[in-house]
């Protein structure tokens, strides 16, 4: 093992006479990851939920719309998606491929990046909101319909308010890993912490340096997660479904 690490390395300008240091290059990389990691997790929380519950609804069409969105995002590698979305969908849209030749690429990078998380993830998202809807006895949903509500309103105001105080664990699982899978974006161009790592590496040679330094970065995040979850779990915690931990 390498025992000659320079960490000073970090303080150093990336070009001579510059003022931009190597640490702040990382970071920018980093804020990039938790706003990709962000916007990606509102769009799966919010497709996710719906897939959900189509796939536990009546309606045999709309449980299979769900069943099949999950069963196609689920089982393509990710990396391949993001291909998709970035390189081949603009093609089929020449209005969109217009759009996103007159856009700054790293938005158009950064645009691509979320919708492919964000969809990927809500496949994963599915699955655990129909698991939270299913654990619950089918007492609850006939409770709604003896109230007078619709299956909307019952999947609003009874069964989803129970099955995400369920969810919390694995979805907390599943944020972590849509931290770590926004790390796959630097694919197609977009300047995330991993995308910086690998720069600060190719140019200084400095690769023991980048790569621990990123990797306590990711893990001082996921540990963030883990804790605020942690935090939610606790506190939305239904006695006789969660024990909530102490």
Same mark, same amino acid.
């Given at each position: 093992m390498n025992s000659d690490l320079n +960490?000073?390395?970090?303080?150093?300008p990336i070009v001579e006479g510059e003022t931009l240091v190597w640490w702040e290059m990382l970071f920018s990389g980093l804020l990039w990851t938790l706003a990709t990691s962000a916007v990606a997790g509102v769009i799966a929380f919010t497709v996710g939920s719906l897939m959900?519950?189509?796939r536990t609804a009546s309606s045999k069409p709309l449980a299979f719309l769900g069943n099949a969105y999950v069963e196609i995002f689920r089982n393509i590698p990710l990396i391949v998606q993001f291909f998709? +979305?970035?390189? @081949? @969908? !603009?093609?089929?849209? !020449? &209005?969109?491929?217009?759009w996103s030749i007159e856009q700054d690429p790293t938005f158009v990078q950064f645009l691509a990046s979320v919708v492919c998380l964000g969809l990927f993830t809500a496949s994963r998202v599915a699955e655990q909101v129909k698991s939270g809807i299913l654990s619950l006895s089918r007492g609850q949903r006939a409770a709604g319909y003896a109230l007078g509500l619709t299956e909307g309103q019952t999947y609003r105001f009874v069964l989803l308010p129970m099955a995400y105080r369920i969810i919390v664990p694995p979805m907390t699982s599943e944020a972590m890993n849509l931290i770590k899978n926004s790390s796959v974006a630097l694919t197609i161009g977009l300047t995330e912490l991993t995308f910086r790592t690998r720069e600060m590496g190719e140019v200084t040679f400095a690769f023991f340096e980048a790569y621990i &330094? &990123?990797? @306590?970065?990711?893990?001082?995040v996921a540990m963030t997660?883990?804790?605020?979850? &942690?935090?939610?779990e606790r506190r939305t915690a239904v006695p006789g479904y969660i024990t909530g931990g102490k």
């Open positions: +960490w000073l390395l970090f303080f150093q959900g519950v189509l998709l +979305w970035y390189f @081949v @969908v !603009p093609e089929f849209i !020449p &209005a969109l491929k217009e &330094a &990123a990797t @306590v970065l990711y893990v001082i997660v883990n804790r605020v979850m &942690a935090l939610v």
